[in-house]
């Protein structure tokens, strides 16, 4: 789909200067440029907890029930937080 840009005379020389430099066209620098700003736009709107998902609930600290004492503790820690609300 096409797409025009206006850029000043600084933007200008500085995306010629880099298409020079790496060989690509003008082009290519635009649309690899507008889809990193785009993700990075993405990821910043995501909560730390969306980021790391993947990660959660993994691992055998996060399997329940597995020691009759830390089942005990876990216990005791909900039974105080419910009586701090």
Do not use: N, W, Y
């Not at 980021?51 to 959660?56: E, H, M, N, Q, R």
């Not at 399997?63 to 005990?72: E, F, I, L, R, Y």
């Amino acid at each position: 789909m096409p797409l025009s840009v206006r850029l000043s005379p600084e933007e200008e020389s500085l995306l010629e200067a880099v298409s020079r430099q790496t060989s690509r066209s003008k082009s290519q620098l635009a649309r690899q440029a507008i889809q990193e700003f785009c993700a990075r736009l993405r990821r910043e709107e995501q909560s730390a907890f969306d980021l790391g998902a993947d990660l959660f609930g993994q691992g055998s600290l996060a399997a329940p029930g597995q020691d009759a004492g830390k089942a005990d503790l876990g216990e005791k820690l909900r039974a105080k937080h419910r009586r701090l609300d």
